[in-house]
Structure formats: structure tokens, C-alpha cells
């Protein structure tokens, strides 16, 4: 994928989240944007992912497959939002029966995409 096209489709999985240079660009206010993220941040973002997925899934060729790329697009908004969104209440207990926030959500989602990809190495010594 080309850059501008990972970086627009991840900026479409976070509501009202836009780039830095927008903002200047468009003349945005406060009012018009939730958070705001440069190029470069979702780029390294996403080349983290790309680590991530291949050490996830066993796999160092899964960047052939069409499906990786709409799990990476997930995973990297999914961290994105993690960045910048605190859960007070992410521990897993009685009190909080719901601990997964929005970013949580897409990196699970991202790794289900991924599973049937997985490969298993058994080995015995």
C-alpha cells in the first residue's frame, strides 16, 4: 500500500481524528477535530504493526496477502487510539465487566483477521 493510502485509511477507522498538517491547511478549530497525528507518526506506527503481524502470525511473507493489509490498517488505529486514549478502568475484574476500549477492540479484531494465518511449529527435544 502507499503510504497516503494507509495513512488515510487508518485516519477513517478514528472518528474525527486528522493530520497535523490539516489543521493549518483546512483552518480547523478545536471544534472540527478530535485528535490530530503527523504523517510520520502513523507510518512508524504502521511499520511497528507490520513487526507485530509477522512475529503474530509466524509469517515473514504475510505482507502478500490482501487480507494482512486491512488487519494492519486495524491494528495501527487500534495502538493509535491507545496512544492518546487512557482506560482508568482497564483491569479486568468484577467492577468492570467491559475492560476493552475502542483501541483494544481493533487490535483484537485485527488479530482475528490474522488467526487462520497463524503457523504452529511443534517441537520436541
Known amino acids: 500500500m502507499e503510504n497516503s493510502e494507509i495513512i488515510t485509511q487508518t485516519l477513517l477507522k478514528l ?3 486528522v493530520l497535523e ?3 493549518t491547511e483546512k483552518e480547523l478549530t478545536d471544534m472540527d477535530y478530535n485528535k490530530a497525528v503527523t504523517e510520520d507518526e502513523v507510518l512508524d506506527c504502521y511499520n ?7 512475529s503474530y502470525t ?3 511473507n504475510i505482507e502478500d ?3 494482512f493489509d486491512t488487519a494492519s ?3 495501527t488505529a487500534g495502538i493509535l487510539w491507545q496512544k492518546y486514549n487512557q482506560n482508568i478502568n482497564n483491569q479486568l475484574d468484577e467492577t468492570n465487566p467491559n475492560p476493552f476500549g475502542y483501541g483494544d477492540k481493533l487490535v483484537i479484531q485485527a488479530k ?3 488467526k487462520p494465518f497463524k503457523k504452529y511449529s511443534f517441537n520436541a527435544y
Request: proline share 0%; no cysteine; aromatic share 12%.
Open 15 to 17: 472518528d474525527g481524528w
Open 21 to 23: 498538517t490539516d489543521i
Open 48 to 54: 511497528t504493526v507490520i513487526d507485530y503481524a509477522k
Open 58 to 60: 509466524q509469517d515473514v
Open 65 to 67: 496477502n490482501l487480507i
Open 73 to 75: 490498517i486495524l491494528w
Open 112 to 114: 482475528e483477521m490474522l
